[in-house]
């Protein structure tokens, strides 16, 4: 039987650099909830948890012989990722390898926000504004 309480929508991403990407998820505050691997020690399926729930499922883009079932392109995602603090997840962010698609700021509507593509270059903002909150 499934948890009808958690949470039904993750991020889904094909990456070119796993390790580097991995570490900068963990750099910003995500866990690593499960990884498998095939036999030559490719990542075909990890998950990777927010704590305020959700998370990122995540494989490499290239697999044995060249192969892959996900048509998604490495690099082309983006996300909002709702934080505590914009700032110190934007801090934690750029020193650990992500680059600044622009710096925190406060918005009309509400929280402030930044943005940042990870070492693979999916764009990540993140702020303190919580949709439908």
């Not at 700032?87 to 930044?114: C, I, K, M, S």
């Amino acid at each position: 039987m499934s948890n009808t309480n958690a949470p039904r929508l993750w991020l889904t991403l094909q990456l070119r650099d796993v390790p580097a990407t991995t570490a900068w998820l963990e750099a910003i505050g995500f866990t690593e909830h499960v990884t498998h691997r095939d036999d030559t020690g490719v990542v075909v399926h990890a998950e990777y948890l927010w704590p305020a729930g959700g998370g990122v499922m995540l494989g490499a883009a290239e697999r044995a012989g060249g192969q892959t079932d996900w048509v998604q392109q490495p690099g082309g995602a983006a996300a909002y990722l709702v934080v505590a603090d914009t700032d110190a997840t934007f801090a934690a962010a750029v020193a650990a390898g992500g680059t600044v698609h622009y710096e925190p700021v406060d918005r009309d509507f509400g929280g402030r926000e930044a943005a940042v593509r990870d070492p693979d270059g999916n764009l990540w903002s993140f702020g303190t504004y919580a949709p439908g909150a």
